[in-house]
């Protein structure tokens, strides 16, 4: 079973610097895309950040200077440092894997359980 099991989060004052780390689980071979979606109360999820296996990253205007994704291609493991949060920044954090090879199968797409984000004013 191949799974994304996510960390951190939480209530963070605005301002704050929080992490949120994304490991991938399971016989995994690789991993095209990892990344982060958020969505707020009453609003579409939307992308945050997202980083290939060969480096290449892209974000949301909104984020861009505050938030950094790194990855661990050897561990499967995926980070969103969140710096100088605001309280729009206020949502459910969910991280993504797009193109796994595993052994046995190929999944296209794969998302984890989602992570509360609250920043407090």
């Known amino acids: 079973q191949v799974q994304l099991v996510e960390s951190g989060g939480g209530l963070v004052q605005a301002g704050g610097s929080p992490r949120l780390s994304c490991a991938a689980s399971?016989?995994?071979?690789?991993?095209?895309?990892m990344g982060w979606y958020r969505q707020a109360p009453g609003k579409q999820r939307e992308l945050v950040a997202t980083?290939?296996?060969?480096?290449?990253?892209v974000y949301v205007d909104s984020v861009k200077g505050r938030f950094t994704i790194s990855r661990d291609n050897a561990q499967n493991t995926v980070y969103l440092q969140m710096n100088s949060l605001q309280p729009e920044d206020t949502a459910v954090y969910y991280c993504?894997?797009?193109?796994?090879?595993?052994?046995?199968?190929?999944?296209?797409?794969?998302w984890g359980q989602g992570t509360q984000v609250t920043v407090s004013s």
């Open positions: 399971g016989r995994i071979l690789s991993i095209n895309t």
């Open positions: 993504n894997a797009r193109g796994l090879r595993v052994v046995g199968l190929y999944k296209d797409d794969l």
């Open positions: 980083r290939t296996s060969g480096g290449s990253s």
